[in-house]
Structures are given as structure tokens and as C-alpha cells.
């Protein structure tokens, strides 16, 4: 019943988009990314550094962290910048976290694909209890992340209250511990959305992205929590290990620990599940974790941007969605990103990238009916 608008992108670096507008717009790139940079070359517009002259009249302005309030108040009427004010309530996981845990309260099952979670140090007497009064007590295990960590930094797994903290401010989370696997090995997805309008609502989902495989079997057992390379998927801590095998391209990855989504739906398909029902599942994942924050989003904007002053949208985001599948095959959001990495370590890495970049600066820019 939301007024929703959801598209699905397929990406094509190879062939020119439809939706390709022919303008030269200039764009404002503080970015550090090569695959940022030369996507805007590739689409013909003109890229400024933050203090080259002419940068502050920019048409479009790529950021690779969230930027002010000030510089979204000051944009003006026919300028867009690739985040939206107020996403840190989505993005950080304690965001989430709270955003998901009140929405499974008000709305219930539908929510239920975010696993269990506690916001510590206010949620320590509640995971306390669960601990001791939740069924099967004792023999849960229990994930424990640094509010603010990324690329699996600071993460730890325990079997024992007392190995978390009370005073720190950090995010408890039901481990899944039956994944789906690869060859016997744990895997999650980096699904990229596209917001490219709250009022309405208005999301794109990338048909390709990436998966991220373990280099280390998945065997779990209270020895071996410890291992993080059998039990987080994230490129940083895996790109180390000496098994890790780099994807040759987008097109032959199926043997190694970076392949594409598409890849993984083919292999998924050969085993004989429902990949449409899956992506579909995916899809609702994404929308329904969006619309958890809608109103905060709805708020922030309008209190930067005045109602009519915008043609279009002046603000988007291209979010990086973390889910993984149990070994039923259901998927589960392990948390979100507002600045997913755009490093191309592999041509694999370069195809899927750039394609979501390209196509998002494709559908973000302004077309001639709003001027
Ligand atoms: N609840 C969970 N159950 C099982 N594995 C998890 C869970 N949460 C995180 N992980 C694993 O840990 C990795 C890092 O967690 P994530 O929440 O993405 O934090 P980070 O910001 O450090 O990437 C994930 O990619 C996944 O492999
Ligand atoms: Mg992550």
C-alpha cells in the first residue's frame, strides 16, 4: 500500500543506453574513485575537481562521503548530489537496526528478514534476557559489531554474554548460522539500489552486483569462531588469504571468491531452485528496508530543499545492500551502505561497477522536461 515506484536495472557497458540523454553536463567529482571518474569521461560530461574554477556550478556532484546539509541547502534549482540528507538513519547500523526493529514491532513477519538485533549499551537488558529466558538459551551465537565498523573490522562472534561489553556502543545481532553455501563455502551479496526520489519514493534495483565468497570451508564450531575467513564474507579480510582467487572476468568467475550476482542465480538455477522467486524476495528486501526510513527521509529533504524550489529530485543515493541467504534459501539483510566501494581490484570487478555507475548517472540526470 506505499506509494512506491520500483524498477529493476539491467546494466550494458557495452552497448549505448536508451536512456543516454546528449548533454554535456559538468560534474563536481570528490571522489578518489577511477571507476568514478572515468565513468563521467566515458558519458562525455566534464568532470571538476573541488577547487578547479567552475566546479561550484556543476550539474550533477559525486561525493564519496555524505556531504553537509549546508551544500544540499545552497544547491540550486537544476543541480543533484548523490546523497540524500537524513541517510545516516538507514546507513549506520544502528540505524537500521532501530528503523527495522520498530518496524517489526508495528508490522511483524514481514519484517522478519533482518535477523534479531540489539543496540548496545541501551539494548543490554533486554539482550540479557533473551539470553538467559529465549528458547534455546545458551547455545545461540551471537554476532557482535562496532556501530560504526566496516569491511569486517572489530567484528566478533560469541557464545557468551560476558564476552560483550555492557557500555559499548555496539550492534548485537543473531549470527545465521546455516548459510547457504558454495562448495561448501559462505557467500553473501553486494546488491546496488539506486533512490533516486523520496517524494514519490522511487527505487532502482541493479540486476548484476557481486558476491563475495569465504576462503575458508564452512564448519562452524566454537573452536573455530575466531576464523574470520570462514565466517565473513567481506573482500578485506579475504583478498589476504592465499586461497583467494581473483574472478578472471565478469564472464568466468564461477571458481572464484568475487563472482557476479547473474553467475550465482545461473549456478542457483542448475541446482534447481527458484532464482525468480529469489530475486524477487531480494527485491522486497531492498524496498521494504528503504521504506523503514521513508518519512525520516521525507522530513530532512523538505526541510533543506523547499517544496517547489527542485526540478526533479536534487538529491540520490546508489546504496550497497548486504544480504545473505540462509540454507532455505531465504534472504536476509545484514546491513547497508551509503558509499560502496568502487575499487575495480579485477575486470570483474570494473564491468559490474562501472555499469552501475554509468547507468546511474544516466537515470539521475536531469532530462529536458525538468527544466
Ligand atoms: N547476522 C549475521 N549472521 C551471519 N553472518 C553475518 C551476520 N552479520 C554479518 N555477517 C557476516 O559478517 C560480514 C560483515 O558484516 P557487516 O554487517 O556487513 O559489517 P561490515 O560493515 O564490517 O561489513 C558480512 O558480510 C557477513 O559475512
Ligand atoms: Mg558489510
Known amino acids: 500500500e506505499e506509494d512506491v515506484e ?23 567529482l570528490l571522489s578518489k574513485y577511477d571507476s568514478v571518474w572515468n565513468t563521467t569521461v566515458a558519458l562525455g560530461w566534464t568532470p571538476y575537481t573541488a577547487d578547479q574554477p567552475g566546479g561550484s556550478k556543476y550539474n550533477v556532484c559525486w561525493s564519496d ?9 545552497k544547491m540550486g534549482r537544476i543541480q543533484k548530489i548523490n546523497h ?4 545516516l538513519e538507514l546507513v549506520r547500523k544502528a540505524g537500521t537496526a532501530r528503523n527495522l526493529n520498530k518496524m517489526l514491532g508495528a508490522i ?3 519484517y522478519k528478514f533482518y535477523p534479531q538485533t540489539f543496540m548496545l549499551p541501551a539494548d543490554y537488558t533486554a539482550l540479557k ?3 538467559t529466558n529465549g528458547k534455546n538459551h545458551g547455545n545461540k551465537t551471537f554476532i557482535i559489531k ?7 573490522t572489530g567484528i566478533q562472534l560469541t557464545r557468551c554474554l560476558d564476552d560483550i561489553s555492557p557500555h559499548e556502543p555496539n550492534i548485537v545481532q543473531r549470527y545465521l548460522h546455516r548459510p547457504h553455501l558454495l562448495e561448501g563455502f559462505k557467500y553473501d551479496l553486494r546488491i546496488y539500489v539506486l533512490l533516486s526520489s523520496v517524494q514519490p519514493l522511487r527505487i532502482f534495483l541493479f540486476k548484476e552486483g557481486l558476491v563475495r565468497v569465504c576462503t575458508q570451508k564452512y564448519a562452524p564450531l566454537e573452536k573455530n569462531m575466531s576464523d574470520v575467513r570462514m565466517h565473513l564474507t567481506n573482500y578485506a579480510i579475504n583478498k589476504g588469504s592465499e586461497a583467494f582467487v581473483q574472478p578472471e572476468d565478469d564472464t568466468e568467475c564461477s571458481d572464484a571468491h568475487k563472482r557476479t550476482v ?27 528496508t528503504i521504506i523503514s526510513v521513508k ?7 523538505f526541510t533543506c530543499r523547499g517544496r517547489s524550489e527542485d526540478a526533479g529530485s536534487g538529491c540520490f543515493e546508489l546504496l550497497g545492500f548486504d544480504i545473505m541467504m540462509d540454507s532455505k534459501l531465504r534472504p536476509f539483510l545484514l546491513e547497508v551502505n551509503h558509499s560502496p566501494s568502487f575499487t575495480c581490484d579485477s575486470p570483474l570487478d570494473l564491468a559490474v561497477k562501472s555499469a552501475v555507475l554509468k547507468s546511474t548517472m544516466e537515470l539521475v540526470s536531469f532530462s529536458k522536461e525538468e527544466y
Open 65 to 73: 562521503t555524505s556531504v553537509s546539509l549546508e551544500r544540499i541547502m
Open 84 to 87: 540524500f540528507p537524513g541517510m
Open 129 to 131: 534476557q533473551e539470553w
Open 262 to 288: 547473474s553467475s550465482l542465480m545461473r549456478t542457483l538455477e542448475e541446482d534447481g531452485h527458484d532464482t525468480k522467486k529469489l530475486w524477487e524476495q531480494i527485491g522486497q528486501v531492498c524496498v521494504k
Open 295 to 301: 518519512p525520516h527521509l521525507q522530513h530532512t529533504y
Open 6 to 28: 520500483v524498477a529493476s536495472v539491467t546494466t550494458s557497458p557495452s552497448r549505448p543506453s536508451k536512456l543516454r540523454r546528449h548533454r554535456k553536463l559538468k560534474a563536481l
Open 108 to 110: 511483524g513477519k514481514d
Open 146 to 152: 562496532p556501530s560504526k565498523g566496516c569491511q569486517g
